[in-house]
């Protein structure tokens, strides 16, 4: 079975950059998607970015141009490059996998997920 687990979440200010990572067992490395969500107290969860088998990547609007997506097979690891945070994006990262999902942007597709990490922007 795959299993994923989060690292590198933490408190940083506005304005600072963090990277988060996922290492995935099993077969996640042929996981037609892996991408990451995430969830704030009372809300819903919110896909934040996705990258394909092939290596295409997808973010939400929310996060486009200042998050970065991208994995390493030889290490079944994925990341998130987290740029120019602001407290809006304040919530619990989730790392996901899929093995036939076809639409990335929907939590629903996805089969298998890490226990997440938690981000916190002070303003």
């Known amino acids: 079975q795959v299993q994923l687990v989060e690292s590198g979440g933490g408190l940083v200010q506005a304005g600072d950059s963090l990277r988060v990572s996922c290492a995935a067992s099993?077969?996640?490395?042929?996981?037609?998607?892996m991408g990451w969500f995430r969830q704030a107290p009372g809300k819903e969860r919110e896909f934040v970015a996705a990258?394909?088998?092939?290596?295409?990547?997808y973010y939400g609007d929310s996060v486009k141009g200042r998050f970065i997506i991208s994995r390493d097979n030889a290490k079944n690891t994925m990341y998130l490059q987290m740029n120019s945070l602001k407290p809006e994006d304040t919530a619990v990262y989730y790392c996901?996998?899929?093995?036939?999902?076809?639409?990335?942007?929907?939590?629903?597709?996805?089969?298998?997920w890490g226990q997440g990490t938690q981000v916190t922007v002070s303003s």
């Open positions: 099993g077969r996640a490395s042929s996981s037609s998607f």
């Open positions: 996901a996998a899929t093995t036939a999902g076809r639409y990335y942007y929907s939590s629903r597709e996805y089969d298998y």
């Open positions: 990258i394909s088998l092939f290596g295409n990547t």
